[in-house]
């Protein structure tokens, strides 16, 4: 299950959202003061492409020498 770092623009408050599904639409909504005005946060692991592991997997191999 995934975790999405927010925080919000009302009250800054940051918070995590727990997702059950990647392909889900998510209605973020401060638990502080209940706003919508949230903006999703970078977290370290989004930042270093740990989700995205077979893309880089794809680029690495079209840079091995074919011969
Ligand atoms: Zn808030």
Known sequence: MPIYEYHCDDCKEPFD???????AAVKAVCPQCGSEHVEKAVTAASA??????????????????TG
Do not use: I, K
């Open 48 to 65: 270093l492409g740990l989700g995205n592991a077979s893309s880089f997997a794809s680029s690495a191999a079209s840079c091995a020498p």
């Open 17 to 23: 959202l727990f997702v059950r599904s990647v392909n």
